[in-house]
């Protein structure tokens, strides 16, 4: 051992058992380096984040930055825009987030939140000794507030970026609250590819809002922030379970689930749902967002700005008035008629379905496969300018029972007739290729007749019948009446599928107009302020929360109410169309329906559409290159499809029969089925008919059928035969306009001459057979019309010739062409065919016994 020096310890023992006044400075000296080594960073951080502006983003009342969610009538998501950025985004304020997610989140990525002034130094310091220990890196250093401010403004991962990141993140503490921290960096982190917000993820990835999450849900989710694109799911679940199992873990070390809870979770299996967002009514999207079912049907004004300005201010959610069920329904059936009609050359469908009381859309299909590029799929057949054919003969009728008198049981012509236009003369011509004689207003129309809607619109006059189409929604025949003519009856014009629907959903309300609707209510996009009292100062529908859309509009009459019941009974009367369409057609369904079919010329476009007292349903089927199909017509095209839609609509709406008509306006008589008169002895067949109760009541007696006395040896009038020859039949009788038909089509008409067996009849001049014109019979020119132009062709070298025609009621044997003053006597059928000669010429028809008609002008070039 080594003796100690009798001179007690060394110098430097000495200095460190007691050290003098020199060591005492040296020591307080580095103790004052040390604590300013150690304070410098923290107070040049500190000044670097007094110096750091807050991002925008955080100050904004707004946010754009958000994806719209599109949902159907009872909240089904049908499909999510993306966001400008291109991702999937809502905005979820932190009460409406759950505690599972929050305590998942503290676990996952910062636990000592609530603590640190948002750079934590001792997450620094594990992070850094780990680093040295291990040579890799086994945990991060960043807080949420730094990953906020990361996300926020986006630096380079060097010391240089770090410092202005760990900056930013004391400025974001500085200025908000916790819990407006965590609900920022929930509403703003990715939690996936194309995902940004917890709120997004969770609807993606489970189909369910963030608040319903099960702890091992919310846990994924937690976990997906470290590595959006490692963990997606979708690539594969087994590295989200580790380290979901991870999350649980420290959520169970640092007290923020208990053993069961974490127990239970770990064992849950990651379900994921079966395809993230949806793909419904892409058609009905697209017209809501472009502004294209008009004021009302879409957006607000006051919600979105101008259509031009939705994509820059789109709202985070839009609940739309489709049911989602009937929605796919209908696709699945429009797809398989255009399958089945694929050979006779048709190549697209679309249907709309829209409630009668609200005018709100149930189903929109734009066409039967928006991806079907070779049948033009992505067109809208609801938006689409078609002719509806006949579709449109409901509403010529109900206005000329408004302004001439008409009532369903008049009687209208259904012969050959010609009606000049500006291009030439137009003769309509029935689809059956028959004329009919006359009929009845509710045949006409039950049977889809041509000749007696034409008629109607010539007495009316294409102005007024323009007018009321328009006043109907109908604001496509936006061209000049004489552009339409009298075709106007037979749909010579093009309108929307959506607008006729609602034009046929109108009579279904009894007259009362009401515009489309598409959006039931929407919540605009619009985070919460970073500032209490700026929040309290913005609108609760501009904070998120659901707001209605344009209130309902009230109805406005647009037609007669009486009137369009009995129109309503017309098109619902199954037995009146059995003589055009038979028995069992697509319009005979197991419910009342009201219903009329349209086809346009050349087979181009087939119409079906209809209403039950609760919904209208319009279908279209044909080609959108506008190529003709083969020979499908409205019943066999679009009837199929109306039917199943209607079929499909009454299990979301259940049919249930029309109103009776109201017995203070309307009133069933018995009526004449021939004349539609009231009943005379003579009449053999009798009809009951709807009827206004003042038309009932000026019903007249019939004039159509004539009880005569015939000689039964000869069928010829008996004059003064004895009675045993004698015997009294029922005939028919007509105006001038309906006889040419009548002879033709043989129906039995009462002899012109009298039997020579007996006595002249009275009244005649005492010769047999003498014609038996009755009193103020009338002759005219059935052909051709007053004012027709005719062409005479150069290069034709055979004779050019019309056949000029006269009306000519029973009792009249022969009648006078009178042809530029000179008179040309004819007999049955009462036809000249006349040699055509350049110039302008004038024409009446003139009859011994009867009254000269009209005199008419036509020229020849």
Known sequence: ????????????????????????????????????????????????????????????????????????????????????????????????????????????????????????????????GQLAAERRVVSGGSTITQQLARTLVPRPRTARGKLGEAALALRIEASLSKREILEQYLNRVAF???????????????????????????????????????????????????????????????????????????????????????????????????????????????????????????????????DRGLQREIEVLAQQTVRGLSDRDVGAAAVVVIENATGEILAYVGSHDIDDAAGLGHN?????????????????????????????????????????TADGNYAPRNYDGRFHGPVRL???????????????????????????????????????????????????????????????????????????RAVRSFAPSSPPSTSPQAASSVPSARRGHDAPAAPPERGARV????????????????????????????????????????????????????????????????????????????????????????LAAARVRPPRPFDPPDPERLAEVEVCALSGMRPAAACPHRRRELLPRGDAAALSPCDMHEAVRIDR????????????????????????????WARAAGRPLAPDAASPLCGALAGLDGAPGAALAGAGARVRVAYPPDGARFVLDPSINSLQAIRLRADVPPGVPRVRFVLDGRPIEVGPPFALDWPLVAGAHRLRVDADGAAAGEEIAFSVR
């Open 1 to 128: 051992m080594r003796a100690r020096s009798p001179e007690g310890p060394g110098r430097a023992g000495r200095w460190l058992a007691r050290p003098g006044p020199r060591a005492r400075r040296i020591l307080r000296r580095a103790a004052q380096i040390a604590v300013a080594l150690a304070v410098a960073p923290w107070l040049l951080l500190a000044a670097l984040a007094a110096l750091t502006p807050l991002p925008p983003e955080l100050g904004a009342l707004e946010d754009h930055a958000v994806s719209t969610v599109l949902l159907d009538r009872h909240g089904t998501v049908l499909r999510e825009l993306r966001a400008g950025d291109g991702a999937r985004a809502r905005w979820l304020p932190l009460s409406e987030a759950g505690d599972r997610i929050q305590r998942a989140l503290l676990a996952a990525e910062d636990k000592r939140f609530a603590r640190h002034p948002g750079v934590d130094p001792i997450a620094i310091a594990r992070a850094v």
């Open 192 to 322: 996936g590819p194309g995902l940004r917000g917890v709120e997004a993820a969770s609807r993606f990835y489970f189909d369910k809002p963030t608040r319903d999450l099960s702890l091992a849900e919310a846990a994924a989710l937690a976990s997906m922030p470290r590595g959006p694109a490692l963990y997606d799911p979708r690539r594969g679940t087994g590295p989200l379970e580790r380290r979901r199992n991870r999350v649980l873990d420290r959520m169970l070390a640092a007290g923020l689930a208990g053993e069961a809870e974490v127990a239970r979770a770990r064992a849950e299996p990651i379900a994921l749902a079966p395809k993230g967002g949806g793909l419904g009514a892409p058609h009905l999207v697209r017209a809501v967002l472009g502004g294209a079912l008009g004021p009302g049907a879409g957006l607000p004004a006051e919600g979105l700005g101008a259509a031009s300005r939705i994509v820059e201010r789109r709202p985070t959610s839009i609940t739309l008035t489709i």
């Open 380 to 420: 809208d057949g609801v938006l689409a300018l078609r002719q509806p054919g006949s579709a449109l003969k409901p509403f010529v009728y109900e206005l000329a029972m408004e302004q001439l008198g008409f009532t369903a049981a008049t009687v209208l012509p259904d012969v050959e007739l010609s009606f000049p």
């Open 442 to 516: 509710r045949d006409a129309l039950a049977n889809s007749y041509n000749v007696p809607a034409v008629w109607a619109a010539a007495a009316l006059g294409p102005e007024r019948v323009l007018a009321r189409l328009r006043e109907l929604g109908l604001r496509s025949l936006d061209r000049e009446p004489s552009r339409y003519g009298v075709a106007i009856a037979l749909g010579d014009g093009e309108v929307r599928l959506v607008d006729l629907a609602n034009a046929y959903a109108t009579l279904a309300r009894g007259g009362l107009y009401l515009p489309v």
């Open 559 to 646: 037609l007669d109410a009486a009137r369009t019941r009995v129109i309503v009974d017309i098109l619902a009367d199954d037995r009146a169309r059995l003589a055009s369409f038979g028995e069992g057609n697509a319009l005979d369904l197991p419910f009342p329906v009201a219903a009329k079919t349209g086809t346009s010329k050349g087979f181009r476009d087939n119409i079906a559409v209809g209403f039950t007292p609760d919904v209208t349903v319009a279908v279209w089927v044909g080609n959108f290159d506008g190529s003709p199909m083969g020979g499908v017509s409205g019943i066999t095209g679009a009837g199929p499809l109306f039917r199943d839609a209607m």
């Open 713 to 740: 040896r000869n069928g010829l009038r008996a004059g003064a035969c004895p009675d045993a020859a004698v015997e009294e039949r029922v005939f028919e009788r007509y105006d001038a306009e309906l006889t040419a």
